[in-house]
């Protein structure tokens, strides 16, 4: 029932882009993304709903494929403070909360 | 209050014991949630509040947990005879009205250790 991220892990160098796959295998309504730093609670990035794309960011975004069941955050110009492990997190029929396996993600100088 | 407020920030008991951790949403927030999180693990959902009444219970492991949030407001999760097993950070989650189109914002996390 949890979403699959991928990659797993990625370093990046500062100002280098990345994107992180969310993917699941139910219906899903709506997709939202959080990054969580270490020994921190996580913190919403931002929400995609069926039909629309939501941009929370200036330099992160993200899509949502509702036929596919997958969505996309998308980092661009990767700063430092960009560090820490994302999760997507998605609410299905009912009111369960899921989120998905983790992508942890490091810019380094 | 500002933000969502856990407490104890910390709680070590031991195997057997019974404990309570006490979660106080964002003032307004209708939707409460309960998360429990191992290391390298994403959030695992346990229960989701919508007022007062437990709107899904679904995730909690076994009849050992159980939440309460009788005043629709502050919640607090009860965990009886706690195991080893049961060591994670809880986090504790509010949003304004629990649906798709809501973020979820997070207490600190209480992180308990079962010796």
């Known amino acids: 029932q949890q979403p699959v991220q991928s990659p797993q892990a990625v370093i990046l160098r500062e100002g280098e882009d990345a994107v992180i796959n969310c993917s699941s295998s139910k219906a899903l309504y709506s997709v939202h993304w959080y990054r969580q730093k270490h020994g921190e609670a996580p913190v919403f990035l931002m929400i995609?709903?069926?039909?629309?794309e939501q941009k929370g960011h200036e330099k992160i975004s993200a899509s949502f494929n509702e036929k596919k069941q997958q969505s996309s955050l998308y980092l661009t110009a990767s700063q430092l403070s960009y560090s820490g492990t994302y999760f997507c997190?998605?609410?299905?029929?009912?009111?369960?909360?899921?989120f998905g396996t983790g992508t942890s993600l490091t810019v380094i100088p | 209050g500002a933000g969502v407020s856990q407490t104890p920030s910390n709680k070590v008991t031991e195997k057997g014991k019974y404990v309570e951790l006490r979660c106080d949403p964002i003032?307004?927030?209708?939707?409460l949630y309960w998360y429990r999180q191992s290391l390298g693990q994403g959030p695992e959902f346990l229960i989701y509040f919508q007022g007062t009444g437990a709107a899904d219970d679904s995730g909690l492991p076994n009849d050992r947990f159980f939440a309460v949030r009788p005043e629709g407001s502050v919640s607090t999760l009860k965990i009886q005879r706690t195991e080893r097993g049961d060591s994670a950070v809880y986090l504790c989650a509010s949003s304004l009205g629990g649906l798709n189109t809501d973020t979820q914002y997070f207490g600190p996390g209480t992180r308990l250790t079962v010796l």
């Open positions: 997190g998605t609410e299905r029929i009912g009111n369960q909360f899921y």
């Open positions: 003032s307004g927030h209708t939707a």
């Open positions: 995609l709903l069926k039909g629309g």
